[in-house]
């Protein structure tokens, strides 16, 4: 069967937001296109799995529609093909077949339809029953089972999605969607391993989850092995698709504030993981300090932050929920930890002082959706090589990265120059630095990269050989002003 291109893909699923384009909000696109995208997805899957167990059967019906032959549930009228039967009443039978299948299906699709409740399907006087038809028939053009694309076609175009709709919206799409490349980065760092189990506590969409699934390339030994905790609700549903979308399976997505109310527990404390990745919202305010400064589960053992900014909130979570033997932990936060005094300046030195800190980078500027703050990435290790004891690499990656005229971006080989910078874990002259800890103490234990990078030293220049090129050049400007004005006199262009 001829797979369909990923442009092709992008058109058909844009398309679906055109036609919704008048009575839906652009920023509202994502809880109409996204949930339909995946009813039609999870229909199609079913009908594939039918087919094959019907060739393996000899053409049995009955035998092709036992559970055992499908990933989901879908009951009697809740498949696509029966809300494309409809001529009335459209939206409301889109919303009977989603909670059908939700039903159906509670341990692994429950709420991931009903979450956007921001769409109202059966409001005729946004959603007349020509536009749901229409918006059906165009869904319906194409199919989007496992042979028609394989995951990561199908997963590139929802992350597509995702990105359009972050655009659209223009508002917090930084939290909404973390730069692919970023998390190709962190993800190739960390190294997860096939059996080791993988922990975001601010999944987003999933996007670092099915990037360590993708870097392990062996679906089966992520089974049970993917967990990720996200506080939105919709957004939580959005990350459940997204794995399911790109083959994962048997993860765990689960809702709920992270910081106040960890999901993820064993035995009455955290439980601990061997990669642990996060690009949790920057200097969150509002995150519940109170509770955090008597944490029963001894998430402040470096301090409790203020109420004002979470980022070592986060961090301590994070570094409580590695695995004492093996665990890593790579996380992206506001560059002002390495450098903020205060409280914080005290957290630093004793973050310092475990030794985990194995690198920081320095990211470039404009790299994240739509926000102008300046990011970093600290990695850390409970098992650090002998060589790396005692000693912190930091990198300055601020000029690696491709110029877009939207946006700075950091293409593959930007990522391959940070990479070989953490790897290599050496000194080069305007780019890293490996420093120790008293290197650090003897800096009152800032962290801030440009403090110890080594830079080359200019060549100055004296005030006056400034002031006589200045002098040249605007002399030159005035000149060519004039050879400029007599041309447009000569040709009849104005009037002396």
């Given at each position: 069967m001829?797979?369909t291109?990923?442009?092709?893909?992008?058109?058909?699923?844009?398309?679906?937001?055109?036609?919704?384009?008048?009575?839906?909000?652009?920023?509202?696109?994502?809880?109409y296109?996204?949930p339909?995208?995946?009813?039609?997805?999870?229909?199609?899957v079913?009908?594939?799995?039918?087919?094959?167990?019907?060739?393996?059967?000899?053409?049995?019906?009955?035998?092709?529609?036992?559970?055992?032959?499908?990933r989901?549930?879908?009951?009697?009228?809740?498949?696509?093909?029966?809300?494309?039967?409809?001529?009335?009443n459209?939206?409301?039978?889109i919303?009977?077949?989603?909670?059908?299948?939700?039903?159906?299906?509670?341990?692994?699709?429950?709420?991931?339809?009903?979450?956007?409740?921001?769409?109202?399907?059966?409001?005729?006087?946004?959603?007349?029953?020509?536009?749901?038809?229409d918006?059906?028939?165009?869904?319906?053009?194409?199919?989007?089972?496992?042979?028609?694309?394989?995951?990561?076609?199908m997963?590139?175009?929802?992350?597509y999605?995702?990105?359009?709709?972050?655009?659209?919206?223009?508002?917090?799409?930084?939290?909404?969607?973390?730069?692919?490349?970023?998390?190709?980065?962190?993800?190739?760092?960390?190294?997860?391993?096939?059996?080791?189990?993988?922990?975001?506590?601010?999944?987003?969409?999933?996007?670092?989850?099915?990037?360590?699934?993708?870097?392990?390339?062996?679906?089966?030994?992520?089974?049970?092995?993917?967990?990720?905790?996200?506080?939105?609700?919709?957004?939580?549903?959005?990350?459940?698709?997204?794995l399911f979308?790109?083959?994962?399976?048997d993860?765990?997505?689960?809702?709920?504030?992270?910081?106040?109310?960890?999901?993820f527990?064993?035995?009455?404390?955290?439980?601990?993981?061997?990669?642990?990745?996060?690009?949790?919202?920057?200097?969150?305010?509002?995150?519940?300090?109170?509770?955090?400064?008597?944490?029963?589960?001894?998430?402040?053992?470096?301090?409790?932050?203020?109420?004002s900014?979470?980022?070592?909130?986060?961090?301590?979570?994070?570094?409580?929920?590695?695995?004492?033997?093996?665990?890593?932990?790579?996380?992206?936060?506001?560059?002002?930890?390495?450098?903020?005094?205060?409280?914080?300046?005290?957290?630093?030195?004793?973050?310092?002082?475990?030794?985990?800190?194995?690198?920081?980078?320095?990211?470039?500027?404009?790299?994240?959706?739509?926000?102008?703050?300046?990011?970093?990435?600290l990695?850390?290790?409970?098992n650090?090589?002998?060589s790396?004891?005692?000693?912190?690499?930091?990198?300055?990656?601020?000029?690696?990265?491709?110029?877009?005229?939207?946006?700075?971006?950091?293409?593959?080989?930007?990522?391959d120059?940070?990479?070989?910078?953490?790897?290599?874990?050496?000194?080069?002259?305007?780019?890293?630095?490996?420093v120790?800890?008293q290197?650090?103490?003897?800096?009152?234990?800032?962290?801030?990269?440009?403090?110890?990078?080594?830079?080359?030293?200019?060549e100055?220049?004296?005030?006056?050989?400034?002031?006589?090129?200045?002098?040249?050049?605007?002399n030159?400007?005035?000149?060519?002003?004039?050879?400029?004005?007599?041309?447009?006199?000569?040709?009849?262009?104005?009037?002396?």
């Open positions: 001829e797979q291109t990923r442009d092709q893909l992008f058109l058909y699923l844009y398309e679906a937001c055109n036609i919704l384009h008048g009575p839906i909000n652009a920023d509202e696109y994502k809880s296109v996204i339909i995208l995946f009813f039609k997805r999870i229909s199609d079913y009908d594939e799995e039918t087919q094959i167990a019907m060739e393996e059967s000899g053409n049995d019906a009955e035998y092709a529609a036992l559970p055992d032959n499908h989901f549930i879908i009951p009697d009228g809740c498949h696509w093909n029966d809300v494309r039967e409809q001529t009335t459209i939206g409301l039978a919303v009977n077949a989603m909670t059908g299948i939700e039903r159906a299906n509670p341990d692994t699709l429950s709420g991931v339809f009903s979450s956007f409740d921001d769409a109202n399907w059966t409001d005729k006087s946004k959603l007349s029953d020509e536009r749901l038809k918006l059906v028939e165009h869904m319906s053009s194409r199919k989007v089972g496992n042979k028609n694309y394989p995951n990561d076609v997963g590139d175009s929802y992350e999605l995702l990105k359009k709709f972050a655009d659209l919206a223009k508002k917090n799409a930084g939290e909404f969607y973390t730069p692919r490349s970023i998390v190709k980065l962190l993800v190739r760092i960390l190294a997860p391993k096939a059996g080791e189990t993988v922990y975001d506590p601010a999944c987003g969409t999933g996007g670092m989850l099915i990037e360590a699934i993708h870097h392990i390339n062996n679906d089966t030994s992520t089974y049970g092995k993917i967990y990720g905790q996200e506080n939105n609700l919709a957004t939580s549903a959005i990350a459940r698709m997204n979308l790109h083959g994962g399976r993860f765990k997505i689960v809702q709920g504030d992270t910081l106040r109310s960890p999901r527990l064993y035995r009455g404390e955290l439980q601990t993981f061997d990669c642990v990745i996060a690009n949790p919202p920057f200097s969150l305010e509002n995150w519940g300090a109170d509770a955090f400064l008597t944490d029963i589960y001894g998430r402040n053992m470096f301090g409790c932050p203020t109420d900014n979470g980022d070592f909130a986060w961090l301590q979570h994070m570094i409580k929920s590695m695995d004492p033997k093996n665990g890593r932990c790579a996380v992206i936060l506001s560059q002002g930890v390495l450098f903020r005094g205060g409280k914080e300046a005290e957290m630093r030195r004793k973050l310092v002082e475990t030794d985990k800190l194995e690198a920081i980078i320095n990211l470039a500027s404009g790299v994240f959706y739509r926000t102008g703050v300046n990011a970093c990435a990695i850390l290790n409970n650090k090589p002998e790396h004891r005692g000693k912190i690499v930091l990198v300055d990656a601020s000029n690696i990265y491709t110029a877009k005229r939207a946006q700075n971006v950091m293409e593959d080989k930007d990522i120059a940070v990479y070989e910078l953490y790897k290599n874990y050496t000194d080069v002259p305007e780019k890293s630095k490996v120790t800890i290197d650090i103490a003897d800096h009152d234990w800032t962290l801030a990269v440009n403090n110890y990078i080594e830079h080359k030293a200019v100055s220049v004296s005030p006056a050989v400034v002031k006589q090129e200045f002098l040249q050049t605007l030159e400007v005035k000149l060519s002003e004039q050879k400029f004005k007599q041309l447009l006199v000569d040709g009849g262009y104005i009037n002396e």
